[in-house]
């Protein structure tokens, strides 16, 4: 199992950057795809974006597309969630997870890291 533990959440203004981190443990990192998540307040843990095993494809939430980057180092176990262009709806405890492609994609991840709080202000 991989093991994850966020970081990089603050506090910005309303169209600015932030840089989140994942830092995940275990020798099978580069052998999954992984995924970032969030969730707001009274609202359900929903999908944002993920990666493949090798970086070399992407899928995005309609909602973060084109504002949103996700990358990955699998010499640091290290993936990445780069947001720009932030809005106030983009507050949110952001997660990381790792899975295969489709449990990303369906939010079906049995196992949760702490998360890193994003707060986006007007």
């Known amino acids: 199992q991989v093991q994850v533990v966020e970081s990089g959440g603050g506090l910005v203004q309303d169209g600015g950057s932030l840089r989140l981190s994942c830092a995940a443990s275990?020798?099978?990192?580069?052998?999954?795809?992984m995924g970032w998540f969030r969730q707001a307040p009274g609202k359900e843990r929903e999908f944002v974006a993920a990666?493949?095993?090798?970086?070399?494809?992407?899928y995005y939430a309609d909602s973060v597309k084109g504002r949103f980057t996700i990358s990955r180092d699998n010499a640091k176990n290290t993936v990445y969630l780069q947001m720009n262009s932030l809005k106030p709806e983009d507050t949110a405890v952001y997660y990381c997870?790792?899975?295969?492609?489709?449990?990303?994609?369906?939010?079906?991840?049995?196992?949760w890291g702490k998360g890193t709080l994003v707060t986006v202000s007007s």
């Open positions: 990666i493949s095993w090798n970086g070399d494809n992407a």
């Open positions: 997870a790792a899975g295969t492609l489709g449990a990303l994609l369906a939010s079906n991840i049995s196992y």
């Open positions: 275990g020798r099978t990192f580069s052998t999954y795809p």
